[in-house]
């Protein structure tokens, strides 16, 4: 079998072994490490560098000109399987929920950085994707010590709550390894994504900053030096390595803002560090037998109407809980952990929004306004109060897609308000400051064109 030709969710293409005659010129194996696609960098899961923190193909290694010569490759887009009904999402989400439940560590980070009680992270289902390592994955292995198959958890755990064992097929963050459903994801906690009945489908990861990917952006010197990074307590660690001789030695190693522009004079280096995405997609695609996510509107129901959410044996919702939400208003905002902080709020509620929203409509990026928009209007909202990031004032592509909402709503006959304060970049971080000086305004946008 040949080696395997894939793009990444970056676009780059890589060349994965695939269990034939080649063999990673790092670690002799077959299986599991990849190349870049001109083939100067090996990317080898067993074979740490030190100092190097892993990136999700493994140790990154730069090859010599004599090992490069690899030609039988044969493209591969591993295609995602349709994703499964609603009723399917929500019960294997809900099993992932109960299996791997929320760590008191993250509780406790939860609590103090976003304000939320532990009955309503329980409530909204709320879990612990640091506890992966509950899927029980056990291998069995042939003579050379090479993996031939493995178990895990899932397929029994279905089967024994009234599910298809392969009920995982279809489903973002399962994909298929030596036979047997895997469930992968970042480390960080599982934020569910709801419809309007309340079912989960779909999930965003909020990533602990420590296991958050860092991009290195090397502006001048990078023919001669490579910089690793990773995220500790003091902030961003760097250090540097030369790219001939002992490449293992450290040369310098400091701490760098997030951003700024890095100029270590002597060794003519300049480079800048980047922190990757805090929240990403619960996703497995270009993975065997995985589901890619797709972008949905998270209906994030006050407590109150959550806690009414029934569910069939199969996962199938009761309950249109849209159908208890007081028509007048809804809030529609970015970001699913957002919605759920700005419908948890009870403290003056009423007072605060001068109305009674039951609906947080929360996107997982500005750019699907339209889905929202669509929600807003086919549910027969009175008005609609677009709660986007504060940063709209410098950012344009927020900005041009809060209009783009603005004019959906108008032409939609729903009422469109935006919302300004004064404290916090979001309306969550506005809700949680105690800033006794901290406002916010509902402006009338009626008459936009």
Sequence with gaps: MSMKEYKARNGKIYLRFNNGPERCPICGKSDWCVLSEDQTVAYCMRTPIAGQEPTSFGYRHPLTDEARHFTNVVSEEIESLPEAPAHQLHAVYSLVIKAFCLTVKDYERMAAERGLTKQQMLLRG??????????GVSYETNEDGEIISIKTIWEDLFEANGLARDAWKGVPGFYEKYGAPIFETKPGVLIPCRNGYGQIVGMQVRVHDKDRTISVEV??????????????????????????????????????PEGEVVEIVDLGLVFKAKMGAKYIHLSSRNRVNGTKATPKVHFAFSDEILSQARFDKDGKGLTNLVELVDKKAVVITEGLLKGDIIASYNKDRKAFYQMEPGLILSVPGVSVWKKATNVAVGCH??????????????NNYVKDYAKNMLLGLKKGKVEPYFMKWNVGKGLDDFILSDNANKSVRFVNCKNIK
């Excluded at 879990?127 to 390592?133: E, N, V």
């Excluded at 490449?247 to 400091?254: D, E, P, Q, T, V």
């Design 126 to 135: 709320y879990t612990s994707s640091t506890q992966a390592g509950k899927q």
């Design 219 to 256: 502006m001048e010197g990078c023919e001669k030096y490579r910089v690793v990074c990773h995220k500790e307590d003091l902030g961003i660690a760097y250090t540097v390595y030369g790219r001939s001789g002992d490449i293992n030695k450290a040369l310098r190693s400091g701490y760098c």
């Design 381 to 394: 909202f009175e008005s609609a109060f677009v709660a986007y990031d504060q940063d709209y004032v410098t």
